[in-house]
């Protein structure tokens, strides 16, 4: 998967990814019930993806909490 740079917001379709991820790490044997990705943006998170990390789906990461902490 490739972020365009042109991209203003990191949306939640960048996170989709992860079932198949998950499903992999499974396959070998590793316990994924707890993972949930992280998703890392200069430029902020759309609506969709905020409201992901708020359910608890995402870990967003921006340049705030990068460099500053949580």
């Known amino acids: 998967m490739r972020l365009r740079i042109t991209e203003p917001l990191l949306a ?13 790490l499974a396959a070998g044997g590793e316990d994924v019930t707890r993972t949930r990705p992280a998703c890392y943006s200069g430029a902020g998170f759309t609506p969709a993806l905020r409201a992901a990390e708020a359910d608890g789906q ?6 705030d ?5 949580d």
Request: hydrophobic letters at 50%; proline letters at 4%.
């Open 12 to 24: 939640f379709e960048h996170a989709a990814v992860r079932p198949r991820r998950s499903a992999l």
């Open 58 to 63: 995402v870990v967003l990461v921006g340049l």
């Open 65 to 69: 909490r990068l460099y500053r902490g």
